[in-house]
């Protein structure tokens, strides 16, 4: 039984799908493991950690891959890359499917069968195996700090012999997990805090973190959780309403966090233009959608800009690859709680029992074709022509925006079924590599973008 890991290859990307301490849980359950050379360089795991923990270090992918039963990864790989794997061997990791079901056909023809991390569902059993959650909880901390080195002022209240300094004020749009997350950062670094959601379920948590909650709560906003606890696409009558009452909120703000998606859909723009307009020069907003198209109008993917009214918008599409140690760790640790249950605990075989609710849930393509639901007619319709991997490099950190915004990849809708409500949010960040943003500029016009 051998596990295989290569170095990703999109652009930006930093994290690795398995750190030392995957591989030797890998090796106790009597698998090999190959790495290729430098593939958790960026993540900070050295080739001497990956062989002190037990792995061969393989000097190309090729080596790596070659009689590899299953092969891990953060983002989905190109076919071309798996060429010459052995037929029907695993390929694990995040494969943001939607809108790329060309490619995922292209992988099953290649001989892999795919299985998407994203599309596990979310039952009692596999929390440990939410690489949605693991990413997004690091996101919605990583989004703070983003805030605050961009932030021209203090997040705490200080009183000192030079006078007091206020507390910023921090809005957190979409309370799930980087929601969360990103109150609770923010309280920790003495902001005031409030935050909004369309699930009602969410007041309760916010409240709980000792932040404000702040939303329409009618009719509609009673009903507006599926029962797989993620939010439906609200009415345009409640969008207005909820826009209303967030303009005023948001005039008031220093700090705005944008979190809100919807499974399989474009993320909801919340914030117009007008209302970054409304704010003050110096405020800082921070999209955590971005990646999904963004939450807020002003919002260039990919990167830092400055409104002409001196509003720093921060849209950086890897948030979790800004943190690639720690991203790692959790990320290999979901992928090893999966892998895990393809061992028979007994006889250390590997045996996939393809009736398990999770591998039903995850399997995206099987002996040469998509067999995933949510993804069959769609597949079809775009063979043959599969297009490689796109190349998903984002710029870091530009202070001034872009000559053209980089188009954001929206995720199609999918079915409502509940293995489809996975969506497509979780691992596909591009991500600005590990250099930190420079300071957003003061403010100075954009030349474009800036959509005010
Ligand atoms: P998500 O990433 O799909 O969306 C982020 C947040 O945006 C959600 O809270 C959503 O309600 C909100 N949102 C959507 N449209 C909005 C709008 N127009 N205005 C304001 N907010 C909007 O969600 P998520 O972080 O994956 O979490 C969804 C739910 O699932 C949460 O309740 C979370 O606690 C729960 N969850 C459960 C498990 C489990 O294993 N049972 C695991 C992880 C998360």
Redesign the pocket.
Known sequence: MKIAIVRERTEGETRVAATPETVTRFIALGATVAIEAGAGEAARFTDAAYKEAGAEIAPTPAAALAGADIVLTVRRPGAALLQGIAKGALVVGGMDPYGHEGEIAALGKAGATVIAMEFMP???R??VM?I??SQ?NLAGYQGVIDAAVNFDRAFPMMMTAAGTVRPAKAFV????????QAIATAKRLGAIVSA????P??KE?VESLGAKFI?VEDEEFKQ??TA????K??SAGY?AK?AALTAEHIAKQDIVIT?????GRPA?K?VTAAMVKSMVPGSVIVDLAAERGGNVESTLPGQVITTPNGVTVIGYTNVPGRLATSASQLYARNLYAFIETLFDKKTKAFAVNWDDELVKATLLTKDGAVVHPNLVAAASAAAPAAKAAPVQGELLAAATPAKKPATPKAAKPAADAAAGEA?A?AAKPKAPPKPRAPKAAKPTPPKTGASE
């Open positions: 979310r039952i009692t596999a929390q939410d949605l959650s997004a749009m979409g309370a799930g997990v980087a929601g969360l909004t959601d369309v699930r379920a969410a948590q939303a507006a959780e797989a606890g993620y939010a696409p609200m969008q909820q979190t809100a998606l919807i499974p909801p919340l969506p949010k």
